[in-house]
């Protein structure tokens, strides 16, 4: 499956994502994940994990799987790195297609000035694809709010970069993603 226009390909995979995580309906998530294996997109790989991860139907939790199979093939034939190393550990997750690792896109355990340069580097490798900048900065905006909400741990450390945005000597395309994932993530802002 390929989608030529990259902001249509964002709102595709954003969608996916969504439907994969949120729908009632287990066919619509094993379609959305399938789907999501066939876009190959590395954006793609915090909700599959927590989809192959937590999925409660088993059906779901496979394609999940085979989905970041074929990301992670398709990342070692164009020999693409740009997916940022966001946590301070990594889960080895084996299923029968394999060994997956599990991490996300930024360190949410750093401080906001420390985060900003890797939330700047992967908005500017989005935007290297040909992404505009207002896509870039809600697709980054909502793999933060997604951590936050599926972890009070990175909600709190969501909530401190709230407080010290302002203060932060960071781009205003930083600032406004970290606000946006602070709004899509359900807190208010200071």
């Given at each position: 499956m390929s989608i030529k226009n990259p902001d249509y390909k964002a709102l595709a995979i954003s969608s996916l994502c969504t439907a994969l995580l949120q729908d009632i309906d287990a066919d619509t998530?094993?379609?959305a994940a399938e789907s999501l294996g066939k876009?190959?997109?590395e954006y793609?790989?915090?909700a599959l994990t927590q989809a192959m991860l937590n999925d409660s139907n088993k059906n779901v939790r496979q394609k999940a799987a085979e989905a970041l199979g074929k990301i992670g093939e398709?990342?070692?034939m164009t020999g693409d790195s740009r997916v940022i190393n966001a946590t301070?550990?990594?889960e080895n997750i084996s299923t029968g297609g394999g060994d997956y690792i599990q991490g996300d896109y930024i360190n949410m355990s750093q401080?906001?000035?420390q985060a900003a340069s890797q939330i700047q580097s992967l908005l500017e490798k989005l935007q290297q694809q040909g992404i505009t900048v207002d896509v870039a900065q809600e697709q980054v905006a909502q793999d933060i709010a997604n951590q936050a909400k599926n972890s009070p741990k990175m909600r709190d450390k969501l909530v401190n970069w709230g407080q010290s945005v302002g203060n932060a000597t960071i781009t205003d395309v930083v600032k406004g993603a970290v606000k946006l994932a602070i709004r899509s993530a359900g807190i208010p802002l200071p």
């Open positions: 998530r094993l379609i876009l190959q997109s793609a790989i915090p398709q990342s070692k301070n550990y990594y401080d906001l000035s």
